[in-house]
């Protein structure tokens, strides 16, 4: 009798453990697809990695550009064509 509590509790944890799983992976690849898609997560200017949540962003070209710091923003935005490939 407690063997069978203990099997039926057990398969229930490993469900739970599998879904969770399984969420967390479809999450992360729709937010990189996200990203991917309308952010560009380097900034032009120093070319230093700039999380997703970031601030100081511009859009130009239908692309979102985001900076470590205001000051790299106003370059950028002062002399796009500078920073961005043709
Ligand atoms: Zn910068």
Same mark, same amino acid.
């Given at each position: 009798m407690k063997k069978s509590i203990l099997a039926i509790i057990l398969i229930g944890l490993t469900t739970i453990a599998l879904k969770s799983n399984a969420n967390s992976i479809f999450d992360g690849s729709k937010t990189n697809f996200i990203d991917s898609a309308k952010k %560009?997560? %380097?900034?032009? %200017?120093?070319?230093m990695k700039i999380k997703?949540?970031?601030?100081k962003t511009t859009v130009y070209n239908k692309v979102t550009y985001c900076f470590c710091s205001e000051s790299c923003k106003q370059k950028f935005v002062a002399e796009p064509t500078k920073y961005v490939k043709k």
């Open positions: %560009v997560l %380097v900034d032009p %200017v120093c070319k997703a949540n970031a601030s």
